[in-house]
């Protein structure tokens, strides 16, 4: 996987992925929702477009939370899907969208906020990563967000 995801590098082209966002309190009760189209542009920026948003505070935040997603990275190497970031488990096998995937768990080998915790789909043929779901580590005053593909 790791493997693939560097070799791809050198050919990725702009493309955009649907996400939603659920913004919980403490007791894990939705509080806003937002659905957001992000366009990846390589090497390292990204364009964040709201869809739609449910709940009061809700667009505040994502609006926040992607801004700061937008700034140049500072330092990629801390952030990226490796080895040196996560312990990586595998959970078993699934098929997503017909193709035959690794289900492995991701849980990051230190505490820090851009790191996340969560499942990663990868193609058993390529390597290449077909679905992550994720929760990030940052506790937020009020509550926690969870990030799903």
């Known amino acids: 996987m790791l493997r693939a995801q560097q070799e791809n590098k050198a050919k990725v082209r702009p493309f955009t992925v649907k996400r939603g966002y659920l913004l919980l309190d403490k007791q894990d009760q939705q509080k806003a929702?937002?659905?957001?189209?992000?366009?990846?542009?390589?090497?390292?920026?990204?364009?964040?477009?709201?869809?739609?948003?449910?709940?009061?505070?809700?667009?505040?935040?994502y609006e926040t939370f992607s801004a700061k997603r937008t700034e140049p990275p500072r330092d990629a190497q801390r952030k990226e899907l490796s080895l040196d970031n996560y312990n990586f488990q595998l959970l078993g096998e699934q098929t997503l969208d017909g193709q035959r995937c690794f289900l492995l768990s991701m849980n990051p080998r230190r505490e820090e906020k851009d790191l996340l915790r969560g499942k990663l789909w990868v193609d058993a043929e390529t390597y290449n990563i077909r679905r992550v779901e994720e929760r990030l580590l940052k506790i937020l005053p009020g509550g926690c967000i969870i990030s799903t593909s």
């Open 33 to 61: 929702q937002v659905v957001a189209n992000i366009t990846v542009l390589p090497p390292d920026s990204k364009q964040y477009n709201i869809e739609s948003s449910s709940g009061g505070m809700g667009k505040k935040f």
